[in-house]
């Protein structure tokens, strides 16, 4: 990370002059050091590629994240590594994940990647390095996935990504989140190229508060701040973004050396669009990255800058918390459900979803998912709305405990019911309707709950013991994401 500069090289006898509030002040601003990460793909090991290096060198970068598309062709992998280790040495940090056109080597690159992560302090990750990984590096926090990613030999484009991700950002966190991929869909992107045309990896980096950023397309773009990925439903097209659950951008940035291509799409939803056509040039989108707020901007090597704005995100980032009250209110007692005690069904419009709103222990309104059954023995939906309108009636999300656990028909019979106990200390469940090994075992509650695990952990677990789509697995673990990794 680099050094403070100016206020942090006092002596210490200037220190000490200072009042007691005014230097406790200047510890906490030296504590929290911005953090300066730049973003590039499809980089190529030509001229181009170098030039961008360079720059991201003289810009006083901390953290790069490269969005795929490293070197193009077979035997590049190491020219590659030298090009990162001549512009920014071997101990810098650099996130990397990967893109099509890593089917050459990447068995090659994901063993330099992880190398340089484990050279460099305070850089950590976990999962899959490059394809399906959580990172963590100052008060940054990435998740990397490949979705679409079909042309790489041991990589599906389709494996449980979504679900990922989700468990990646569970509870709160007082750090940025970024959501890292290399293919975008048709409409996040300002090229003809098309990409996944699922919605789900951009839902739930939505629902996590979390900021996108992709590649692939050899251009720069960049979303206004969106309510709904699908729809590409604005905000507002101002340049101060606020990055809350239910909130956020993508970007492409994919011009880290390769060609540069014209437009071919484009939308009212686009803040910021940079091709050949805007006679674009390599370079990279800088953000630096403080406490709860961030500056941005894309510089090319040629030092035009065609796009700033600015961030700020909530206190924590969940979808608990939001950084601004919505104005849907709450229902009046008449309205909940009869026999259902202090609570109501609450139905989602802005996607198929239903959520039991009551108090949690903490004697706040929360909520939890509950299946069509679930809702349909709880009398109904009482209250229906989009995201903003469930967190007006219950912010605390997903605070509460599953309500239809062994009381309706949706449940499973008292064999299905049974413990982590009866099964030793959990068991791995499979899903049937995408490739996901789940591991199933009772949380701090005494609740079944479940984790993602990867398929080699379920087969150091023992392999597969029950199998269902996610209706059943919301069945026999309604506790989603409330346990620890057991790998």
Not at 110 to 127: D, F
Request: charged fraction near 20%.
């Amino acid at each position: 990370m680099r050094n403070i500069k100016n206020s942090k090289s006092r002596s210490l006898a200037s220190a000490i002059a200072l009042t007691l509030p005014a230097f406790l002040a200047f510890a906490t601003a030296a504590q929290a050091a911005p953090l300066k990460v730049a973003f590039i793909g499809d980089q190529g090991v030509g001229e181009h590629a170098e030039s961008v290096l360079s720059l991201v060198a003289n810009e006083g970068t901390d953290l790069l994240l490269i969005q795929g598309d490293l070197g193009y062709k077979e035997n590049t992998a190491n020219t590659w590594e030298e090009h990162l280790n001549t512009y920014l040495g071997s101990s810098f940090p650099v996130l990397t994940l990967v893109g099509n056109h890593e089917n050459f080597e990447w068995p090659l690159y994901q063993r330099l990647i992880q190398k340089r992560i484990n050279r460099i302090s305070g850089l950590s990750c976990s999962g899959n390095t490059g394809v399906k990984a959580k990172c963590s590096y100052g008060n940054v926090e990435v998740v990397q996935v490949a979705p679409g990613i079909n042309e790489v030999s041991g990589i599906s484009g389709d494996d449980g990504y979504a679900e990922f991700i989700d468990s990646s950002f569970a509870g709160t966190s007082d750090k940025w989140r970024i959501c890292s991929w290399h293919k975008p869909h048709r409409m996040m992107q300002t090229g003809s190229k098309n990409g996944p045309s699922q919605w789900d990896t951009y839902d739930s980096c939505l629902d996590a508060g979390a900021m996108i950023a992709l590649a692939h397309e050899h251009a720069y773009s960049r979303t206004h701040l969106l309510s709904d990925f699908r729809n590409q439903t604005v905000v507002h097209t101002g340049s101060d973004m606020a990055l809350q659950p239910g909130q956020s951008f993508a970007f492409v940035s994919g011009l880290g050396g390769r060609e540069v291509r014209s437009q071919a799409r484009g939308g009212d939803y686009f803040a910021s669009i940079y091709t050949a056509d805007q006679g674009a040039h390599a370079g990279a989108l800088f953000c630096e990255f403080g406490d709860k707020t961030a500056n941005c901007y894309f510089k090319a090597i040629n030092g035009a800058v065609p796009d700033q704005f600015s961030l700020t995100r909530s206190a924590g980032s969940s979808q608990a918390e939001q950084s601004e009250p919505v104005s849907a209110p709450p229902p009046t007692t008449t309205q909940v459900p009869e026999g259902t005690g202090d609570g109501y069904v609450f139905s989602r419009t802005d996607k198929t979803e239903y959520r039991w709103i009551a108090r949690n222990a903490d004697g706040d309104m929360g909520s939890t998912w509950i299946d069509q059954p679930c809702a349909a023995s709880l009398g109904g939906a009482t209250a229906s709305g989009d995201w903003g309108d469930l967190m007006a009636h219950a912010p605390a999300f997903d605070s509460i405990a599953y309500p239809c656990n062994g009381s309706t028909s949706s449940q499973p019979s008292s064999s299905d019911n049974a413990t982590a106990s009866d099964t030793g200390d959990g068991f791995v469940f499979s899903r049937t309707d995408k490739t996901e090994y789940r591991w199933i075992a009772n949380n701090a509650s005494g609740v079944l709950g479940s984790v993602w695990i990867e398929k080699a952990c379920a087969d150091n677990l023992g392999g597969v013991k029950e199998s269902g789509n996610w209706k059943e697995l919301m069945n026999r673990a309604p506790g989603f994401d409330t346990i620890a990794s057991p790998c």
